[in-house]
């Protein structure tokens, strides 16, 4: 019978033998048991209903599943990863719309419009995982881990002293489903800018630390920094006409 977290939590005597199981299957795979593990696990096995809906046919390979998890993701982060163009056509009715407005607009613009959106709709599906990787970066040094690859539901961030967080890009990004998980469960949320007013809540972590390292500025750097290592992070269709 397959088991799941619900499962291991349930049969480990204490809360280290939970964590032994882990350790056991890191160490074998040849890695270290980082603090980053610990926390996330630690942070499972307090708050059984945010733990991933991983099964597998022992406790061991679980274990390694979740492992994979953290790790494939860990690799693959905005920094690194090749993102992927579109997959989809873009609908000729939305430039037959645009026309019907702009009647001057001519085919060329019309072609230019198209392929703007798709480089924009391209840009906002990688703004979380930017926004996930500078706070990754920047929070480290204030006892948080990245929750990489949904190594723990609904949780982004972890902290060694038992905080959870859920952060998002603008405060109209959530979905009723991402809220409702937080009702009894100790998740704070935070959201880099008010939609409605366009201001930014850095502040909620450098009055918290005590730091300026919080801001946009260093968030715009760090976004430079990044495509610029690393171009394909931005995916581009072959055929858009905006590439230099």
């Known amino acids: 019978m397959p088991v799941n977290f619900d499962t291991i939590i349930s049969t480990s005597s204490t809360e280290e033998?939970?964590?032994h199981l882990f350790q056991r299957i890191v160490s074998q795979h040849d890695q270290l048991f980082l603090e980053a593990h610990r926390t996330i696990l630690t942070a499972c096995y307090r708050n059984p209903g945010l733990?991933?809906?991983?099964k597998a046919k022992t406790p061991e390979l679980l274990a390694t599943a979740w492992l994979k998890r953290y790790n494939d993701s860990y690799e693959h982060r905005i920094s690194r990863r090749i993102s992927q163009p579109p997959g989809t056509v873009a609908d000729p009715i939305v430039?037959?719309?645009?026309?019907?407005?702009?009647?001057?607009?001519?085919?060329a613009h019309l072609e230019q419009i198209k392929y703007a959106h798709r480089l924009s709709m391209s840009a906002e599906n990688i703004q979380g995982l930017?926004?996930?990787?500078?706070?990754?970066?920047?929070?480290?040094?204030?006892?948080?881990?990245c929750c990489w690859g949904e190594s723990i539901r609904h949780v982004d961030f972890c902290n060694i002293d038992g905080s959870l967080l859920?952060?998002?890009?603008?405060?109209?990004?959530?979905?009723?489903?991402?809220?409702?998980?937080?009702i009894n469960q100790p998740i704070e949320k935070w959201y880099r800018v008010d939609a409605r007013t366009g201001s930014y809540r850095w502040s909620y972590f450098?009055?918290?630390?005590?730091t300026d390292r919080f801001s946009e500025e260093n968030f715009v750097a760090f976004v430079q920094q990044v495509l610029h290592s690393n171009p394909d992070a931005l995916a581009v269709e072959t055929n858009n006409p905006w590439q230099c």
């Open 166 to 182: 859920q952060v998002k890009n603008r405060s109209n990004s959530e979905n009723s489903s991402s809220s409702r998980v937080r």
């Open 17 to 19: 033998d939970f964590l």
């Open 95 to 107: 430039s037959v719309i645009i026309h019907a407005r702009f009647t001057e607009l001519t085919a």
């Open 206 to 210: 450098n009055d918290k630390y005590n």
């Open 130 to 145: 930017l926004l996930e990787e500078f706070l990754a970066e920047q929070l480290a040094d204030y006892g948080w881990y």
């Open 51 to 54: 733990s991933p809906p991983l």
